[in-house]
Structures are given as structure tokens and as C-alpha cells.
């Protein structure tokens, strides 16, 4: 198998590999939209060193609403046992099938960052008996190679949104369903989601609480000089496509408004093409923060977000009255 495509964002970078495989060719913004992926999370507590921004749904959620949507047989295998996880992937490639692995990036050679992230996701494409070779985003050079034994490591570590050695497939049964016809319960599934969140931390209410607390993160950190610049390259270049995923949303609503002609979901593009330039100076605001101790730059930020919120929670207005 010869795979060099690497995008943005790893769950969709593995998707697109072993969606290829089976003959299904669509856009990293397409994959992301249909598997519903747009969200917002702030989370902090005693056991992280800061707050944690995110702007997706959980890993691997995007994965099963992705297969879900498109009528694909998902299989997901877990196993605590290094033999048995590596017989799992090790058929599949035998049979000629790439494998999606959930696993921790800390352990992978070709990364220079090493911080432990349980909810990296590669795909498997082969090995020579010494090194995998996997597909990972551009951003981490897209066809790359890591040896077997970190691998095990990276697949088995333990922690914050790890999981037991999980290996899955993807297998198109059948004609592949008319794309027109999945975008609208897509859309809505996520606007209805991001409208009405369980818990204050996420949606819109979500950005309306990190619009409070932002302010305050020169006092939250320990280190603000490295705290705060880290947190705004998180937001723009830990493979999220920029503005904390805004930006392959507002395409995924693009190629939508392409497909359907509806002025409520051009009214949504636009504003979310607003968001994703405001997410944007939001991460400028926080690294600049850090880097000169000012508290200016945060309240500036606290305000933009607070703006975020409502933008974003009328555009999924917009788009939560699709299916009417």
C-alpha cells in the first residue's frame, strides 16, 4: 500500500487513508463535518498544570459518527495484550487493509514535540518487519516511519484519553451514499450538540466561560512565559487547521453551500469565517500575553470570546433550523 497523503488533522488524515483504500475520496473539511467534529471544551483542574482548550467533539467520536453517517462497517478492536494487538493489525495489513490506531504521540520517533497526547490517531499502512510506516498530518510529514517498538509503547501507554491498544477498520458495503443527502442531519446533529451542551464547559457556553476566565490566566499559570504561548500554539498548530478547527468548518460549510442553496447556511459560512479569523487573534492575544506579562492582552481576548460565543451560537441557530 502506497499512501502519502497527510492533512491537517490526524483522526481525519487516518480516515482519508483508509477511506481512499475503499474508494471514497472526500476533502479533510468534508470528513470533518460529516463526522460532526466541531465543538468546544475548557477544561481545568488540580491535576493540569493549565487550562485546556479544545475544539473538537472526544477522540474517536468523530470516527464512529463518520461511519455512522456514510453506512460503513466500523470494526474497533481493544485488547490489553501487546501479542494480541499487534496480531489484530498485523492480519489486516497481511490482508492488504490500512489500520487506524488510537495511540499516545509521545513515543513516536518522528515527533519533535514530546508531550503525551493519548488521542493521536495514525494510520497503519505496513512494516518491514523493524519500522511501521504510517500516514500522520503534513505537519508531521505525512508518510513517516517509526520502529515497531515505540510503536508498541505509543499504542499501550496509559492515561488521559488513551485507549486499550485500539485498532479499527473501515469497509464500504455496497454503493456509496449520495453526499447531498448526509449534510443537513450532519450539520444539525452537531448544531443541536453545540447548542444545548450538558455541562457549562462545553458549546457555546463553553466559550462564554473561557471569555470569563481567560483574564485571570497570567495568575492561573505557573510559568506564563511558556504557559500562554504554548496554549496559543495548541490553538493554531496541534493539528487543528488553525483557529482551534474553525477553519475546516468554515470549509466544510463552504463545500456545503456549493452543494445546497439554502441562505441560511450561506448566512452560517459567513459567520463562521468570521469566528475562525477571531480564533485566530484570540491565540495572537493569549501568546502575546505571555510573552510580555501584560494583562491587556487577555482582557482583550476575554472580550473577542465572549463576541465568539454569540457569533458562533447564531450561525448553529442557523443551522439547527435546516431540517425544517
Known amino acids: 500500500m502506497t499512501e502519502r497523503h497527510g492533512a491537517e488533522h490526524c483522526e481525519t488524515t487516518a480516515l482519508g487513508v483508509l477511506l481512499r483504500h475503499e474508494g471514497l475520496d472526500l476533502s479533510e473539511p468534508m470528513l470533518f463535518g460529516l463526522g460532526a467534529g466541531l465543538s468546544f471544551v475548557y477544561w481545568d483542574g488540580k491535576g493540569l498544570d493549565f487550562p485546556f482548550l479544545g475544539g473538537r467533539v472526544k477522540p474517536f467520536e468523530l470516527t464512529r459518527n463518520l461511519a455512522a453517517r456514510l453506512g460503513l462497517e466500523l470494526v474497533v478492536k481493544e485488547t490489553g495484550s501487546a501479542r ?36 493521536h490517531v495514525v494510520a497503519m499502512t505496513g512494516h518491514d518487519g523493524r519500522d511501521a510506516q504510517l500516514v500522520d498530518t503534513a505537519q508531521q510529514g505525512g508518510a513517516v516511519t517509526t520502529s515497531l517498538a515505540s510503536l508498541a509503547a505509543a499504542r ?12 479499527f477498520t473501515l469497509a ?22 453545540f447548542l444545548h451542551p450538558p455541562i457549562a464547559n462545553l458549546g457555546h457556553r463553553g466559550i462564554d466561560k473561557a471569555a470569563a476566565l481567560v483574564p485571570g490566566w497570567l495568575d492561573r499559570a505557573d510559568l506564563p512565559e511558556v504557559r500562554l504561548p504554548q496554549a ?18 468554515r470549509d466544510f460549510l463552504a463545500e456545503c453551500a456549493d ?6 447556511l450561506r448566512s452560517a459560512h459567513a459567520k463562521y469565517a468570521e469566528a475562525a479569523r477571531g480564533w485566530t487573534e ?8 505571555g510573552s510580555s506579562g501584560a494583562a491587556a ?7 473577542l470570546l465572549r463576541v465568539l460565543a454569540g457569533l458562533e451560537r447564531s450561525a448553529m441557530g442557523e443551522l439547527s433550523r435546516l431540517a425544517g
Request: with cysteine; glycine share 12%; hydrophobic share 45%.
Open 282 to 289: 484570540v491565540a495572537r492575544l493569549v501568546a502575546a500575553a
Open 84 to 119: 494480541r494487538a499487534w496480531e489484530n493489525v498485523a492480519a489486516e495489513l497481511g490482508a492488504g487493509r490500512p489500520v487506524g490506531l488510537q495511540l499516545d504521540s509521545y513515543h513516536l520517533e518522528y515527533f519533535t514535540s514530546k508531550v503525551h497526547f493519548g488521542g
Open 156 to 167: 499501550a501507554e496509559r492515561g488521559p484519553m488513551t485507549a486499550r491498544n485500539r485498532s
Open 297 to 303: 492582552p487577555l482582557a482583550e481576548a476575554g472580550a
Open 172 to 193: 464500504l458495503r455496497g454503493e456509496p451514499p449520495l453526499l447531498q443527502g448526509l449534510l443537513v442531519p450532519a450539520l444539525t446533529a452537531c448544531a443541536e450538540a
Open 232 to 249: 496559543a500554539r495548541m490553538m493554531e498548530l496541534a493539528g487543528t487547521g488553525g483557529a482551534l478547527f474553525r477553519n475546516l468548518y
Open 259 to 264: 452543494l445546497l442553496d439554502d441562505p441560511r
